[in-house]
T-cell receptor, first 112, second 115 residues
Framework: SQQGEEDPQALSIQEGENATMNCSYK?????LQWYRQNSGRGLVHLIL?????REKHSGRLRVTLDTSKKSSSLLITASRAADTASYFC????????????FGAGTQVVVTP | GAVVSQHPSWVICKSGTSVKIECRSL??????MFWYRQFPKQSLMLMAT?????????EQGVEKDKFLINHASLTLSTLTVTSAHPEDSSFYIC???????????FGEGSRLTVL
């Protein structure tokens, strides 16, 4: 069953704006990962945050994790048209290494 | 970074035929590979875990006789969709790891269309 739920389902912004999407999950996790998927393509790993971490940065990406609320957020700053894609969170639990449970995804459209 | 290659990237077949999809780790040995299925505009659903040299472990609801998985070497896992039907049309994606707490790498996916 799907572990993560994401919102919003879709997000439309203009270049230069920030994009924020959220992910909630149900059980205890070892880590939470964010992936990007361009239409019809495979997944690109963006960032991994472990259960004992609260915030992580990578370039224009900022991820937070609140294990008490079982939620995470992905912020893309100064968005570009090339950021147009679907973004998925995925959780890995402590007893199922490598088996990722994906959220429903957020479809982001960045218009020039 | 490590590369995982899937072949074919897309395939169209007639109903009732079997289709084999390959997942290869190109520059590392993958002791474990995972197969996912993704329907249009939906998320990825884990189908099975493929371990080199042993039988695959299937997720609940996935028919093992329908989706045959073989992981005969440390660089190759295959997924065979047997007697494919239109409802099997989907995007199939594999991921691979070198084991332990190694990073996961995803293939580009294989789009199957069954007529």
């Amino acid at each position: 069953s799907q572990q993560g739920e994401e919102d919003p389902q879709a997000l439309s912004i203009q270049e230069g704006e920030n994009a924020t999407m959220n992910c909630s999950y149900k059980t205890s996790i070892n880590n939470l990962q964010w992936y990007r998927q361009n239409s019809g393509r495979g997944l690109v790993h963006l960032i991994l945050i472990r259960s004992n971490e609260r915030e992580k940065h990578s370039g224009r990406l900022r991820v937070t994790l609140d294990t008490s609320k079982k939620s995470s957020s992905l912020l893309i700053t100064a968005s570009r048209a090339a950021d147009t894609a679907s973004y998925f969170c995925a959780t890995e639990t402590t007893d199922s290494w490598g088996k990722l449970q994906f959220g429903a995804g957020t479809q982001v459209v960045v218009t020039p | 970074g490590a590369v995982v290659s899937q072949h074919p990237s897309w395939v169209i077949c007639k109903s009732g035929t079997s289709v084999k999809i390959e997942c290869r780790s190109l520059d590392f040995q993958a002791t474990t590979m995972f197969w996912y299925r993704q329907f249009p505009k939906q998320s990825l659903m884990l189908m099975a875990t493929s371990n080199e040299g042993s039988k695959a472990t299937y997720e609940q609801g996935v028919e093992k006789d329908k989706f045959l998985i073989n992981h005969a070497s440390l660089t190759l896992s295959t997924l065979t969709v047997t007697s494919a039907h239109p409802e099997d049309s989907s995007f199939y994606i594999c991921s691979a790891s070198s084991g332990g707490l190694g990073e996961l790498f995803f293939g580009e996916g294989s789009r199957l269309t069954v007529l």
